[in-house]
């Protein structure tokens, strides 16, 4: 399969909103995407190309400040979890924060979610803390912790 990364805009929003909420425990809401369009953002998306089409089948959203990127957001369409492709979104996220001499990545992530986890320690990222009860659990009362993790550029 040939995929491309280029950047996101406006005009992706009804892409990834049905990516976003086929894929995600807890989707963002449209108003949320539409709102991480901004000076301080830097928005990808993976394109899979088929007879010079184009569809969007994974992205990330991120913001930069002070020599900080967070990682706000990552997705890979469900049909094509599991093929290794949000390997390709961070190892674009990690040139273009070398690009802007970041000193360090952050991101959250909940702490069942094993997967990501995982996809996030082979890249070198270290917990440095647990943000108790942080996320809601759809459909109950019950609270998940987040994982804090840094990557040092």
Known sequence: MKTRIEPLNHSHISEIMEIE??????????RIVSSSFGPRS???GLFKIEKKQYQ??????SDHVA????????CIAKDHQGKGLSKALMNDLFTYSESIQAEEIWLEVRESNQAAVALYESFGFVIQSVRKNYYSVPNSVEK???LSMKKAL
């Open 21 to 30: 909420n086929t894929a995600h425990l807890a989707p963002w809401s449209e």
């Open 42 to 44: 830097h928005n990808m």
């Open 67 to 74: 020599g900080e990127v967070s990682l706000e957001n990552i």
């Open 144 to 146: 998940e912790h987040a």
């Open 56 to 61: 969007l089948i994974g992205y990330y959203f």
